[in-house]
């Protein structure tokens, strides 16, 4: 029996730790469920304080790279983080309200760049269908 440690790993350690134990049990996965398991859920504990202490120690704990020039997080603050979640999840609540965001580049490293929805209202489209019973322009 393959006795496997409680310890939370870093996303690529575990989805290489998945991939092998699929591969001594016998169980088949396919190239990109050992990744999506390894992006699942996992505890983060990241002290209240200033965004960038958060942000370093928030990229550390989930093992990623993490990119930005300070001046964007400059004298922004964070409520911290605790709790179990995804990567992407995990950022998105560290930076709400910021009006920044943090992209996922190609090789799993993420890049903080100013949110492209800052100040924006999204609405829902509607189609508003009626008919005239009154030109427009006065003559009926």
Same mark, same amino acid.
């Given at each position: 029996?393959?006795?496997?440690?409680?310890?939370?790993?870093?996303? =690529?350690?575990?989805?290489?730790?998945?991939?092998?134990?699929?591969?001594?049990?016998?169980? @088949? =996965?396919?190239?990109?469920?050992?990744?999506?398991?390894?992006?699942?859920? &996992?505890?983060?504990?990241?002290?209240?304080?200033?965004?960038? !202490?958060?942000?370093?120690?928030?990229?550390? &704990?989930?093992?990623?790279?993490?990119?930005?020039?300070? /001046?964007?997080?400059?004298? =922004?603050? /964070?409520?911290?983080? !605790?709790?179990?979640?995804?990567?992407?999840?995990?950022?998105?609540?560290?930076? @709400?309200? /910021?009006?920044?965001?943090?992209?996922?580049?190609? !090789?799993?490293?993420?890049?903080? &760049?100013?949110?492209?929805?800052?100040?924006?209202?999204?609405?829902? /489209? &509607?189609?508003?269908?009626?008919?005239?019973?009154? !030109?427009?322009?006065?003559?009926?």
């Amino acid at each position: 029996m393959l006795a496997v440690s409680p310890a939370r790993f870093r996303p =690529l350690t575990r989805a290489l730790h998945i991939a092998a134990f699929g591969l001594i049990a016998g169980v @088949s =996965l396919l190239p990109g469920q050992a990744l999506l398991a390894a992006l699942a859920a &996992q505890h983060f504990s990241v002290p209240h304080g200033a965004l960038e !202490d958060a942000l370093n120690a928030y990229a550390r &704990q989930a093992g990623v790279l993490l990119s930005f020039d300070p /001046s964007l997080t400059r004298e =922004l603050r /964070s409520s911290g983080l !605790d709790g179990d979640y995804s990567v992407e999840a995990g950022f998105a609540v560290l930076l @709400s309200g /910021s009006g920044l965001s943090a992209e996922a580049s190609a !090789d799993g490293s993420y890049r903080l &760049q100013r949110s492209a929805t800052e100040g924006a209202l999204e609405m829902k /489209s &509607q189609t508003i269908i009626g008919e005239a019973e009154e !030109d427009p322009k006065g003559a009926g």
